[in-house]
């Protein structure tokens, strides 16, 4: 058996408990460990350099490089080859913990982390050859590619640009409700910005070289483990490949490089592959942040319903769906409270089942029934089922819009412009949708050109006398649209991705909507500092420039070529997170994570 993969077969020895390992091994973010513990880390690696196993995992992964990057088993790849560099450690040093990096922690500031100190991994590059000259791996000497020094040359000269902050990665987490999502979202966003930051081995495809890789891709990995557990009755079964060029993937796909390996042996990390994630507390304390940026939505439209202001936000800030809905509440000629949650896909005619469906939808939420079909046609014609289909869902939605026409009254003309346009955009909205050609915001076009027409025709709509033919009325016609448009599930969730990418990695419209979010108090700004185990900061005298999060920086073409991913889709990223950036750094008292880390750091004495 090839060392390859002879580490899952030994990790599949552990005793299962209900498909779970009896003692998973915990990874620790690295500045948990304590000095002992580091220092055999270090130990145990520079034996790895010594006996070959660090050349033959850089090896392996050059040999990989086109099938584990751009494709959807880039997450399921990156699994295993921690796990199998977790298990060469472990052979020199039984029990010793495999530590991550939780470089959002650092993500203001990377070149403040003690990571890069000598007492850590050691800092940059330095001479002709940028070799690493400090700290535990100083003269390092690597043979993949070829001979040469263990090489880093940091992306802003002697300084890193900045990384996600966690309220990125979180947001990217609640948003993605697919794998081909995430994976695409992390692969064409985060990942790539650890590489270049550090940038010499790093930046290739020999990176594994360098014991910094290890680290980050437990961090990435953990992006995964973490958003799995948010719905663990589901995640840990999930393989697809939305976001992806690939036509079709399966759980029973080999790993590329470990021929043994399914890619369903490693779905989930606490069977086979026997370890957990210890949270470093960023996430945990990213999360109360969230809870109180929420709670001053949630306020906000309390008001707005008891004849206050108009809120420009919506009560969940971590999705797209529930900015949008809310804006189109605004938008509308009529008061609507709230939009109804999204609608399941519907058959592409009217059977009996959807007919059934229909009626359930109708009864639970008080629609007409007519309503409720355009919803769940508008939602089944989003869920990325090929074009043909979505025309045959079209039609059914279009048929249902059809019953605006009016008969026999002079107000029909204005019925049948209604039913003109709603056909028209309904078709451009989807089928060029479905077909990647969507240089426009969906979002934008649904509530701009949308609600116009809307409230150009509304009353030729609701002055009907009683003896004409019944159509729907404007509530019934903003219910169904929004939910099968609007809702979660629903068509703008998978086409507000341009470039060929159908599902949304992150959510849109956040950055306006967190201007419209009051303050945050002062003890939830302590209950940060304290979640992340850190002495308090009085943020009021840190210089305004490092109370902000700081933009990240926008990876060359070439990055995005070499590993087979998508520059435009990626640069779209970058712009979404710099709009999340702009609107938590309006918030008054806002202090993210990453910026209280650093505070501490520099200005509390945090060790």
């Given at each position: 058996?090839?060392?390859?993969?002879?580490?899952?077969?030994?990790?599949?020895?552990?005793?299962?408990?209900?498909?779970?390992?009896?003692?998973?091994?915990?990874?620790?973010?690295?500045?948990?460990?304590?000095?002992?513990?580091?220092?055999?880390?270090?130990?145990?690696?520079?034996?790895?350099?010594?006996?070959?196993?660090?050349?033959?995992?850089?090896?392996?992964?050059?040999?990989?490089?086109?099938?584990?990057?751009?494709?959807?088993?880039?997450?399921?790849?990156?699994?295993?080859?921690?796990?199998?560099?977790?298990?060469?450690?472990?052979?020199?040093?039984?029990?010793?913990?495999?530590?991550?990096?939780?470089?959002?922690?650092?993500?203001?500031?990377?070149?403040?982390?003690?990571?890069?100190?000598?007492?850590?991994?050691?800092?940059?590059?330095?001479?002709?050859?940028?070799?690493?000259?400090?700290?535990?791996?100083?003269?390092?000497?690597?043979?993949?590619?070829?001979?040469?020094?263990?090489?880093?040359?940091?992306?802003?000269?002697?300084?890193?640009?900045?990384?996600?902050?966690?309220?990125?990665?979180?947001?990217?987490?609640?948003?993605?409700?697919?794998?081909?999502?995430?994976?695409?979202?992390?692969?064409?966003?985060?990942?790539?910005?650890?590489?270049?930051?550090?940038?010499?081995?790093?930046?290739?495809?020999?990176?594994?070289?360098?014991?910094?890789?290890?680290?980050?891709?437990?961090?990435?990995?953990?992006?995964?483990?973490?958003?799995?557990?948010?719905?663990?009755?589901?995640?840990?079964?999930?393989?697809?490949?939305?976001?992806?060029?690939?036509?079709?993937?399966?759980?029973?796909?080999?790993?590329?490089?470990?021929?043994?390996?399914?890619?369903?042996?490693?779905?989930?990390?606490?069977?086979?592959?026997?370890?957990?994630?210890?949270?470093?507390?960023?996430?945990?304390?990213?999360?109360?942040?969230?809870?109180?940026?929420?709670?001053?939505?949630?306020?906000?439209?309390?008001?707005?319903?008891?004849?206050?202001?108009?809120?420009?936000?919506?009560?969940?800030m971590t999705t797209a769906a529930a900015a949008a809905a809310a804006a189109a509440t605004a938008a509308s000629p009529s008061s609507m409270n709230g939009l109804p949650p999204a609608m399941p896909p519907a058959a592409s005619s009217a059977t009996p089942d959807l007919q059934q469906q229909q009626q359930q939808i109708a009864d639970a939420r008080g629609m007409n029934p007519a309503s409720a079909a355009i919803a769940a046609a508008a939602s089944a014609a989003g869920n990325g089922i090929p074009t043909a289909q979505s025309t045959a869902q079209l039609n059914d939605m279009t048929s249902q819009v059809s019953r605006l026409s009016g008969n026999?009254?002079?107000?029909?003309?204005?019925?049948?412009?209604?039913?003109?346009?709603?056909?028209?955009?309904?078709?451009?909205?989807?089928?060029?949708?479905?077909?990647?050609?969507?240089?426009?915001?969906?979002?934008?076009?649904?509530?701009?050109?949308?609600?116009?027409?809307?409230?150009?025709?509304?009353?030729?709509?609701?002055?009907?006398?009683?003896?004409?033919?019944?159509?729907?009325?404007?509530?019934?016609?903003?219910?169904?649209?929004?939910?099968?448009?609007?809702?979660?599930?629903?068509?703008?969730?998978?086409?507000?991705?341009?470039?060929?990418?159908?599902?949304?990695?992150?959510?849109?419209?956040?950055?306006?909507?967190?201007?419209?979010?009051?303050?945050?108090?002062?003890?939830?700004?302590?209950?940060?500092?304290?979640?992340?185990?850190?002495?308090?900061?009085?943020?009021?005298?840190?210089?305004?420039?490092?109370?902000?999060?700081?933009?990240?920086?926008?990876?060359?073409?070439?990055?995005?070529?070499?590993?087979?991913?998508?520059?435009?889709?990626?640069?779209?990223?970058?712009?979404?997170?710099?709009?999340?950036?702009?609107?938590?750094?309006?918030?008054?008292?806002?202090?993210?994570?990453?910026?209280?880390?650093?505070?501490?750091?520099?200005?509390?004495?945090?060790?």
């Amino acid at each position: 058996m090839s060392k390859s993969f002879l580490f899952l077969a030994v990790l599949c020895l552990s005793g299962l408990v209900n498909g779970q390992c009896a003692n998973p091994q915990q990874r620790p973010e690295i500045r948990s460990l304590s000095p002992d513990e580091r220092a055999r880390f270090f130990k145990a690696l520079d034996q790895l350099r010594a006996n070959g196993e660090l050349d033959r995992l850089s090896k392996l992964h050059v040999a990989n490089a086109d099938t584990i990057h751009g494709h959807p088993v880039f997450l399921a790849f990156h699994r295993v080859f921690v796990s199998d560099f977790a298990s060469a450690l472990n052979k020199v040093d039984p029990g010793l913990p495999v530590p991550y990096w939780d470089w959002s922690l650092d993500a203001t500031n990377p070149i403040a982390s003690e990571v890069f100190t000598n007492e850590y991994l050691g800092g940059n590059g330095a001479g002709p050859n940028n070799c690493v000259q400090g700290g535990p791996f100083a003269n390092w000497q690597m043979n993949v590619d070829s001979p040469h020094c263990l090489a880093r040359k940091f992306n802003n000269g002697d300084t890193i640009a900045p990384f996600w902050p966690p309220e990125a990665l979180l947001s990217m987490q609640k948003t993605c409700s697919q794998y081909g999502a995430l994976s695409s979202g992390i692969e064409n966003g985060c990942h790539g910005a650890v590489h270049l930051g550090i940038s010499g081995d790093m930046s290739t495809m020999f990176a594994p070289n360098d014991p910094f890789f290890f680290l980050h891709h437990g961090m990435v990995d953990k992006l995964w483990y973490d958003w799995q557990l948010m719905e663990p009755n589901t995640r840990f079964q999930l393989y697809d490949s939305v976001n992806y060029n690939d036509a079709t993937v399966s759980a029973n796909d080999p790993i590329p490089g470990y021929p043994n390996v399914r890619v369903r042996d490693v779905l989930d990390p606490r069977s086979n592959l026997c370890y957990a994630y210890v949270d470093s507390g960023s996430r945990a304390a990213t999360k109360r942040l969230m809870q109180a940026v929420d709670q001053q939505a949630l306020q906000r439209n309390a008001k707005s319903a008891n004849g206050g202001p108009v809120p420009t936000g919506a009560s969940d800030m971590t999705t797209a769906a529930a900015a949008a809905a809310a804006a189109a509440t605004a938008a509308s000629p009529s008061s609507m409270n709230g939009l109804p949650p999204a609608m399941p896909p519907a058959a592409s005619s009217a059977t009996p089942d959807l007919q059934q469906q229909q009626q359930q939808i109708a009864d639970a939420r008080g629609m007409n029934p007519a309503s409720a079909a355009i919803a769940a046609a508008a939602s089944a014609a989003g869920n990325g089922i090929p074009t043909a289909q979505s025309t045959a869902q079209l039609n059914d939605m279009t048929s249902q819009v059809s019953r605006l026409s009016g008969n026999g009254n002079a107000r029909a003309s204005a019925s049948a412009a209604l039913h003109d346009q709603q056909i028209n955009f309904l078709q451009n909205t989807i089928l060029n949708g479905l077909s990647g050609n969507r240089g426009v915001d969906i979002a934008s076009s649904i509530l701009g050109r949308h609600h116009r027409f809307l409230r150009r025709y509304i009353n030729g709509i609701m002055r009907r006398d009683d003896s004409e033919v019944k159509g729907l009325g404007l509530d019934d016609i903003l219910t169904g649209l929004a939910g099968g448009l609007l809702g979660k599930d629903g068509l703008v969730g998978h086409l507000l991705q341009g470039v060929g990418h159908v599902v949304e990695v992150l959510p849109q419209g956040l950055g306006e909507t967190l201007k419209a979010v009051g303050s945050i108090t002062d003890n939830v700004v302590n209950d940060v500092f304290n979640i992340l185990k850190l002495p308090q900061v009085d943020m009021s005298k840190v210089p305004e420039k490092e109370r902000q999060i700081p933009y990240v920086a926008k990876l060359p073409d070439w990055w995005y070529q070499r590993n087979n991913l998508n520059s435009t889709y990626a640069n779209q990223l970058h712009d979404q997170i710099h709009q999340m950036i702009d609107g938590f750094n309006s918030i008054p008292g806002y202090v993210s994570p990453a910026v209280a880390y650093y505070a501490a750091k520099k200005y509390g004495g945090a060790k």
